[in-house]
């Protein structure tokens, strides 16, 4: 079992930066993948980024590659998501997930463990 609890989101001007945090319980986070997705009102929930179990591959949703960094830190238990030149098409609720794979995967359906959310906001 892994629980994951997510924190960081928050108000943020459009063109600013916020970093999202997911820490998670269990000894086997070291040795999974894990992503972050989002969903915004209405609207179904979508892939944003996912990392390898040790950090070796990333990958990202086409509209936040190049703003947006994924990392990892398997001492602390914690996985981040660094939001740059945020846009208004940026906020929506975020969502940590977890597989029980170490392998890359951008398939919402392949990830079994799910925090409870923070919210992002871009103001304009």
């Known amino acids: 079992q892994v629980q994951l609890v997510e924190s960081g989101g928050g108000l943020v001007q459009a063109g600013g930066s916020l970093r999202l945090s997911c820490v998670a319980s269990?000894?086997?986070?070291?040795?999974?993948?894990v992503g972050w997705f989002r969903q915004a009102p209405g609207k179904e929930r979508e892939f944003v980024a996912a990392?390898?179990?040790?950090?070796?591959?990333?990958g990202y949703k086409e509209s936040v590659d190049g703003r947006f960094i994924i990392s990892r830190d398997n001492a602390k238990n914690t996985v981040f998501l660094q939001l740059n030149r945020v846009n208004s098409e940026d906020t929506a609720a975020y969502y940590c997930?977890?597989?029980?794979?170490?392998?890359?995967?951008?398939?919402?359906?392949?990830?079994?463990?799910w925090g409870q959310g923070t919210q992002v906001t871009v103001s304009s």
């Open positions: 997930a977890a597989r029980t794979s170490p392998l890359y995967s951008s398939n919402r359906s392949d990830f079994k463990y």
């Open positions: 269990g000894r086997t986070f070291s040795r999974i993948a």
């Open positions: 990392v390898t179990w040790n950090g070796g591959y990333t």
